[in-house]
């Protein structure tokens, strides 16, 4: 069901249905919230959301779909779990975030961020090696958004580099793990699962 509010901002489209979707999807009983804000004042990185979580789980819950959809804030979830441990109703809300992602690449709202580029060539590399390889996610990243980045922002980043080779943080070659075929197996059945 689409309702219309106006508000000072003009008419906005409430898609109760999309409220309905992400509760079912996400499992994560968003009825349970009267906005103690306990989710946002924890948050680490809230402070750099277009919207806090406590909001974007107010937005959801009246249906404002394309608002939501076109936040980065569920993008800059850093999936620490803060949130869901002080929330006071047990709501899930990293699996929410997860779940308003993983409708977002559905409906192909991905272009007002480069995040969900990052987020999959982070998740190619562990897909690849069983972990992070940070120099290959680096170099991976900067050439698929060659949009984002020019030549000159990229040879900035060349001095940072040296001096975390020279600390022995970044690594040339990637490291090898036990198990990394059981990896390869986890996101072979995590693809059948989404599809």
């Known amino acids: ?21 992400v509760r079912e999807r996400s499992q994560s009983h968003l009825e349970r919230c009267y906005q103690c804000v306990a989710c946002s004042s924890g948050c680490p990185v809230a402070y750099v959301m277009d919207y806090a979580p406590h ?18 804030a569920y993008w800059l979830c850093a999936s620490c779990e803060t949130c869901a441990a002080r929330c006071p109703n047990e709501i899930d809300i990293v699996k929410f975030m997860d779940t308003l992602r993983e409708i977002a690449i559905r409906e192909g709202r991905v272009k007002q961020t480069p995040l969900p580029l990052f987020h999959n060539t982070f ?9 992070t390889f940070e120099i290959g996610l680096i170099l991976t990243y900067m050439l698929k958004s060659r ?3 020019n030549l000159k922002e990229m040879l900035a980043y060349i001095p940072i580099g040296i001096n975390m080779v020279l600390k022995g ?9 036990k198990g990394a ?7 072979g059945s995590a693809g059948k699962e989404n599809r």
Do not use: W, Y
């Open 147 to 149: 949009e984002i980045f």
């Open 1 to 21: 069901m689409t309702l219309r509010l106006i508000s000072d901002k003009g008419r906005e489209e409430c898609d109760l249905s999309f409220a309905h979707e």
């Open 123 to 131: 998740l190619g590399g562990v897909r690849s090696f069983g972990k």
């Open 55 to 72: 909001q974007i789980i107010r937005m959801t819950q009246m249906g404002l779909k394309d608002k939501v959809l076109n936040s980065t």
């Open 181 to 187: 075929a059981d990896m390869k197996r986890v996101f």
């Open 169 to 177: 943080k970044l690594a040339f070659i990637p490291d090898k793990i």
